[in-house]
């Protein structure tokens, strides 16, 4: 019995590891889906209207998040939930952004930084796929909209649904 619980401890140890190592290098298994040791997920899907608007086609995971179908649409995100942006624009023509209110990059896709990505909490990942991050308390009260770097006219407001 003892020499099952010291191997047991050790897969423990040795999967915590494994799982730790995968979100701070930003694997791919983090963008794509959820960790099913994480928080709830969220996958929301965007895509471009020219250079006029960002539009989600999909949102996986929850209800209300995003009105799909709308240009630039509104953004109503619950703290504790992470979520998956999927980017089905071309992340050098359209890389998607968090900012605040002033400006300040907060998670950037195209460089996978960003004032608050390395906030562990966060566990911000970015590729040319899109980007996930964990919506903290610190990060929902620093963020006020999504936009895409190279076009100011996409861009939507961000609020805290829990907050409404």
Do not use: K
Request: net charge negative.
């Amino acid at each position: 019995m003892r020499i099952a619980c010291t191997i047991l401890g050790f897969l423990t140890l040795v999967g915590s590891l494994f799982l730790f190592t995968a979100c701070e290098t930003g694997s791919e298994t983090t963008i794509s889906g959820p960790d099913p040791n994480g928080p709830p997920t969220v996958i929301l899907t965007f895509r471009n209207l020219g250079t006029e608007a960002w539009i989600a086609t999909n949102v996986q995971g929850a209800d209300g998040v995003v009105d799909a179908g709308t240009e630039n649409p509104t953004l109503r995100l619950n703290e504790g939930v992470r979520f998956v942006v999927e980017n089905d624009a071309s992340v050098t023509d359209h890389p998607f952004a968090l900012r605040g209110p002033d400006g300040t990059i907060l998670l950037n896709q195209r460089t996978g930084g960003g004032s608050l990505s390395d906030e562990r909490d966060i566990n911000f990942t970015a590729d040319d796929d899109g980007m996930a991050f964990t919506f903290t308390r610190s990060l929902s009260q620093e963020v006020a909209t999504y936009n895409c770097l190279n076009h100011a006219e996409m861009e939507g407001t961000v609020v805290t649904a829990d907050a409404e």
